[in-house]
């Protein structure tokens, strides 16, 4: 194990190395090199592999490479906050702020108002019930083969979006700071995500959130106070000046007086990228029951040892998360007053330079030059990695540990196998992320992370709380009514405007709001309600017999420390 973690770490330093190389020999012309983004880089590629390292000789269990051997309530509230925090918020909601104003903070609340709803409703429950994924918990009672098989299917989906949206948003980065072609800056990303998950397993991966965490807290938190000491530390200026630039913007572009100072005026007012209040709603309710449904965000509550560590987790993630949202708010419209009419972040016609999702980035280099964009270029990136090797070790762990050791091997798997399939899906994933980065490459990546937690919304969630709360739902309920909504979620996805005719070039969309969250969760709820009502079979039976046992180990923790084996 020791010799091949070093083969795949002087790998991933060779290609690391080569890249900066090409960067420098053949792309000086499209993008001066920045050595101190390049530095700090190599700075947190190698402490993260040292990390990795340090956690391959401590994993030795399936135990191990799944939950990580516990962690405290603290720790992990931090490793939440940036496996959550993704590239997604950092880039991507700025980008749409910097774009159409206040409708980005719909991303911000969205994000953050599902984390009540997972306290509430799921932590401690989560935690009691389950061993190393969500799958456990929504098939405690009912027969694995089934529920587990939607599990599985449902957290590929769900993590092949959000996936997307990292790749899209590391690719960007490097190729915006080194010049290197998009598809190679994506196979960078992708090795190193690998190499984390393959070696270090959650071990790895949480330290890797938790630095990342804090430096994403720190170094938002220092643009934003340079963001203000450039108006004044006066919110009221800060907008007022904003108004301004998207004024002047749209006299510009030809407007009349009266128009352009209306289009100024609409960035502090909802209607500029949600056009609809149907599509309004949806997109929210997707945001907001989403997060209680994201594989690799329930997966982190088994990291812990026990209920108490779980809600102090949730208590703590809360706090972080949604101080990160605000400042988000605050650098967006920072990006409007400082970047707008800079050459040398803005092209022909408004378009951010370097990709629809840098205006973080050019605001990081107007307020610190090169070694301030370097230390936020590294942040970024640690954000893309850590949020990437999270979702990478929740898709492996559906595929070995609920496919294969649960349902193929019906709990009977030999654990050198078990990790071995998780490490064979895991360099399978990293591919297709690869291949699929190249593919969205052009999409917010903000909107396509929404699509991810649509996805969620509509099959997990339903099932978690039918599964957990109701006493009627069935194995057939779960399963059947699971997957409908969470087809219904992808079929309207993909039916939308945002797909068939963004991605696929149509005229038309057939369905004609950008979130199908407000008509998919229902019919996942539904389904899983009436499917159950009219199941006879004798599993039934046993399904509704067995939810007295399932509600006093979910509500007291009776038995958890012997199942959970950690």
Excluded at 25 to 46: D, E, K, S, Y
Excluded at 310 to 328: C, D, E, N
Aim: aromatic share 12%.
């Amino acid at each position: 194990m020791r010799s091949m973690w070093r083969c795949a770490a002087l790998l991933v330093l060779l290609g690391w190395a080569s890249g900066a190389t090409a960067a420098i020999t053949g792309a000086i012309q499209r993008q001066p090199t920045n050595w101190t983004a390049i530095l700090m880089f190599g700075g947190f590629v190698g402490i993260t592999l040292w990390i990795t390292g340090a956690a391959a000789r401590r994993t030795r269990t399936v135990s191990d490479f799944y939950t990580g051997g516990g962690i405290t309530g603290f720790q992990n509230g931090l490793a939440m906050a940036g496996d959550y925090c993704s590239a997604a918020s950092f880039l991507g909601i700025t980008s749409q702020i910097f774009n159409d104003g206040y409708d980005g903070l719909i991303y911000a609340i969205g994000f953050l108002v599902g984390w009540p709803i997972v306290l509430f409703l799921v932590a401690e429950k989560l935690r009691n019930l389950g061993r190393f994924t969500f799958a456990d918990v929504a098939s405690y009672r009912f027969l694995q083969g089934p529920v587990r098989s939607f599990a599985a299917v449902s957290t590929l989906l769900v993590v092949t979006f959000y996936l997307i949206a990292q790749m899209v948003g590391a690719g960007q980065l490097i190729q915006l700071l080194f010049g290197l072609p998009y598809l190679y800056a994506i196979t960078v990303v992708g090795g190193l995500m690998m190499v984390y998950v393959l070696f270090g397993g959650m071990r790895a991966t949480s330290w890797v959130q938790i630095i990342k965490a804090v430096m994403l807290l720190s170094g938002a938190t220092f643009l934003v106070l340079g963001v203000m000491a450039q108006v004044g530390f006066s919110f009221e200026t800060l907008f007022a000046r904003a108004v301004a630039v998207k004024t002047k913007l749209a006299l510009e572009s030809g407007l009349s007086p009266g128009d352009a100072a209306t289009k100024g005026r609409a960035i502090m007012g909802p209607g500029g990228f949600i056009k609809d209040p149907i599509s309004a709603l949806s997109f929210g309710f997707a945001l907001m029951l989403g997060t209680a449904g994201l594989p690799h965000i329930l997966m982190r509550f088994f990291t812990v040892p026990n209920a108490r560590e779980a809600r102090k987790s949730i208590m703590w993630a809360t706090v972080w998360i949604g101080y990160f949202y605000a400042l988000t708010f605050v650098l967006g419209f920072g990006a409007i007053v400082m970047i707008s009419f800079n050459p040398d972040y803005v092209g022909v016609g408004g378009a951010l330079r370097g990709g629809n999702n840098m205006a973080v980035m050019h605001l990081a280099h107007a307020i610190g030059g090169n070694l301030f964009l370097g230390f936020i270029s590294a942040v970024a990136f640690a954000t893309i990695l850590a949020v990437v090797a999270g979702l990478t070790l929740s898709a492996a762990s559906a595929i070995s540990h609920d496919v294969y050791a649960s349902v193929m091997r019906k709990g009977n798997a030999d654990p050198v196998k078990e990790l071995r399939v998780s490490r064979i899906t895991t360099i399978l994933l990293g591919i297709a992320a690869i291949i699929l980065g190249v593919v969205f490459e052009k999409q917010n990546v903000a909107f396509m992370v929404s699509l991810a937690f649509a996805l969620a919304a509509s099959g997990n969630f339903p099932v978690l709380v039918m599964s957990l709360l109701w006493k009627g739902c069935t194995t057939n309920g779960a399963a059947w009514g699971g997957a409908i909504g969470l087809l219904a979620a992808f079929g309207l996805t993909v039916l939308s405007p945002v797909i068939w005719v963004a991605v696929f070039g149509f005229d038309q969309a057939i369905f004609p709001y950008s979130s199908p969250a407000l008509f998919s969760v229902p019919a996942g709820f539904l389904a899983i309600w009436l499917i159950s009502l009219l199941d006879r079979s004798p599993r039934a039976a046993l399904d509704k017999a067995g939810y007295p046992d399932q509600r006093l180990r979910s509500e007291t923790g009776f038995g958890v420390h012997e199942a959970a084996a950690h």
